[in-house]
């Protein structure tokens, strides 16, 4: 019955005349960028895995706070952490990254594989597909045009995966002790203030049909 529901909304969805394109550009995905994913999974979740698949649950909403989206392309593209030194002790040399970078005039970029695991939440990138924005700064806010672009692409994943939770990142914590959370190290957290609740709460708004679960409230 649900296959036949999300069928429905796809057909529904490429009808409508407010379809928005996906445009792929691809950030480097090589073997060492592989490897250090697998890696990660088995370091910060213990996930064996022959591959950096995830299962997605949860989409995370994010602004990258860089002011371009060549800037922030960059600084996701190469496979390692800019200053990672492999003999050093560190969490991981994984690079950040995120499956969408959405720019200020609304258009959506795809730059991994949607099931591929990109480190942009800590604790939960096992099981979230990653929405950055580009701006999110004073002078830079995010735009009417970005916020509609996050419409569509919850309404396009919720109807494509079985998401249960729609977030900002600065609510990650809020996970600490749910099944969902897996980081292993409990004194590695950073703080987030991405993208701002105001922008988190419309695209929930807008997305209600969905059902989501609510985000829980307090540390479990
Ligand atoms: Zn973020």
């Known amino acids: 019955m649900k296959k036949i529901s999300l069928l429905l909304w796809g057909l529904a969805l ?20 592989i490897e ?3 890696e990660y999974l088995l ?16 989409v995370v909403l994010h602004w990258t706070a860089i002011p371009s989206l060549k800037k922030s392309f960059e600084a996701f593209n190469r496979s390692t952490l800019p200053n990672w030194r492999p003999d050093l002790v560190n969490v991981s040399g994984l ?16 730059l991994m594989p949607e099931t591929t695991m990109a480190r942009h939440t800590i604790g939960l990138n096992h099981c979230a597909i ?6 999110g700064t004073e ?30 990142h ?8 749910h099944p969902l959370w897996l980081e292993v190290d409990d004194g590695y957290r950073t703080k987030k203030t991405d993208p701002g609740m105001d922008f988190v709460e419309k695209v929930r708004n807008a997305t ?5 679960k609510p985000v829980p409230t307090k540390k479990q």
């Open 208 to 212: 209600k049909k969905f059902n989501f």
């Open 36 to 38: 250090l994913t697998k």
């Open 170 to 177: 600065q609510e990650y914590t809020l996970f600490e002790g």
């Open 139 to 168: 002078g830079l806010p995010l735009t009417k045009k970005q916020l509609r672009s996050n419409i569509y692409l919850v309404n396009y994943l919720a109807s494509k995966y079985d998401i249960d939770y729609v977030i900002g």
């Open 130 to 135: 990653g929405i950055e924005n580009v701006g």
């Open 14 to 33: 490429g009808a409508c005349s407010t379809q928005k394109e996906i445009v792929d550009i691809p950030i480097i995905f090589d073997e060492q960028r």
């Open 95 to 110: 690079n950040v990254s995120s499956h969408f970078l959405v720019d200020q005039d609304g258009t959506i970029y795809r």
């Open 43 to 58: 370091n910060r979740y213990e996930l064996e895995q022959d591959t950096p698949e995830i299962t997605p649950k949860m």
